[in-house]
């Protein structure tokens, strides 16, 4: 605990919860017993004892997290936790952090929406990689689908074919009959047996395809944001389900309870953020230069995450290599099914919010 250079009060009452103090520190709520008044200058000196001190204590957080696997979570399990961050305020602060970056990079040079779009089956990358004769026989289809000549057209004139053919008001963004729920009331009126699902759906595409009067890629764009800003409310929720998998599949271990799988799943996930940014910076530094070396240096942070899953579950667990190995196999395959079924139910999330 950080002393400060403040005069201690000759009264034994602390200020914060008036219990009786015994020593410079309240034993009940821990505020040190000292005047109230203080200059900037002691306002100033307090604030950076207090960033030190934070950053201490967060290097070697950091630094046992990495280097020893499993370590963090069993000294919490022991109560030894002064000497390190919070799990939850770790959590916190790390995927705060790893979600500034990983936003900004998609922002920046992440997807491009433009360069997926599918025209007759092909991307408009795929497109732009064809050979002079491809290219002819492509377009020409093209203008036998929409009642034109057949001829192909030349690589400016297509480029106007895409443009108009994404930003034209009067197509729809998705193909449905109905031009407005007016009509699809009309309808539903008349006889038509859609259940409550069916009907909100089929309200909800109208809504898109009057939104966005066959923008795709402002359709696109939208949708592409609404998932990837949804990503850390899917990661949350999914570590107490984590945490719920390593307590079924470790239901023996009378030992561990629900909340210590919970603190194994957390320190599991700060390390994937740390690890995760080291990754995004060498695929930068990859941009740069391109060289193989730094290609196969990632292949193997990569690989690095799993090995170093197996290792914090055997340290932590303290079980033999081969039942670690079959444990760790069995919840990597329950936990990919749980995020399939978490990423689907976002998916329609951010669809209804679109």
């Given at each position: 605990m950080l002393m400060s250079r403040l005069k201690e009060r000759q009264e034994k009452n602390c200020l914060n919860c008036q219990a009786e103090v015994q020593g410079r520190y309240c034993h009940v709520?821990?505020?040190?017993?000292?005047?109230?008044?203080?200059?900037v200058w002691h306002l100033i000196t307090h604030f950076f004892q207090d960033i030190t001190h934070f950053d201490g204590k967060f290097f070697s957080t950091v630094k046992y997290l990495v280097i020893k696997p499993g370590?963090?979570?069993?000294?919490?399990?022991?109560?030894?936790?002064?000497?390190?961050?919070?799990?939850?305020?770790?959590?916190?602060?790390?995927?705060?952090?790893?979600?500034?970056?990983?936003?900004?990079?998609?922002?920046?040079?992440?997807?491009?929406?433009?360069?997926?779009?599918t025209i007759n089956k092909k991307t408009l990358t795929q497109i732009a990689k064809m050979d002079s004769a491809s290219f002819a026989d492509f377009t020409t289809a093209i203008n036998l689908n929409d009642n034109k000549a057949g001829k192909p057209m030349t690589r400016a004139e297509f480029q106007v074919y895409v443009d108009t053919m994404l930003s034209s008001p009067n197509t729809n963004l998705i193909d449905i009959k109905y031009k407005s729920r007016q009509q699809y009331d009309s309808v539903l009126k008349a006889g038509k047996g859609d259940n409550w699902f069916e009907r909100t759906f089929t309200y909800k595409l109208i809504d898109i395809n009057n939104k966005y009067r066959g923008r795709k890629l402002d359709a696109f764009r939208d949708f592409k944001e609404l998932l990837l800003h949804s990503l850390p409310q899917l990661l949350f929720l999914s570590l107490p389900l984590l945490a719920l998998l390593l307590k079924l599949i470790y239901i023996r271990r009378k030992a561990f309870y629900y909340v210590s799988h919970g603190i194994?799943?957390?320190?599991?996930?700060?390390?994937?953020?740390?690890?995760?940014?080291?990754?995004?910076?060498?695929?930068?530094?990859?941009?740069?230069?391109?060289?193989?070396?730094?290609?196969?240096?990632?292949?193997?942070?990569?690989?690095g995450l799993f090995f170093y899953q197996y290792k914090a579950m055997r340290n932590f667990y303290k079980q033999r290599r081969a039942k670690t190995i079959f444990k760790f196999i069995l919840v990597n395959f329950l936990f990919l099914i749980v995020l399939s079924l978490l990423f689907t139910a976002f998916v329609f999330f951010s669809f209804f919010k679109l």
């Open positions: 709520c821990g505020q040190e017993n000292i005047e109230p008044k203080e200059t370590f963090l979570s069993t000294e919490y399990m022991a109560g030894r936790r002064a000497s390190y961050v919070n799990p939850i305020r770790m959590y916190i602060f790390t995927s705060a952090f790893f979600f500034l970056i990983f936003f900004t990079f998609f922002k920046s040079g992440g997807i491009d929406v433009r360069s997926e779009t194994f799943s957390l320190h599991l996930y700060i390390f994937l953020f740390i690890a995760l940014l080291v990754i995004f910076s060498v695929n930068s530094l990859n941009g740069m230069i391109n060289w193989w070396g730094i290609r196969l240096l990632i292949v193997f942070l990569y690989l």
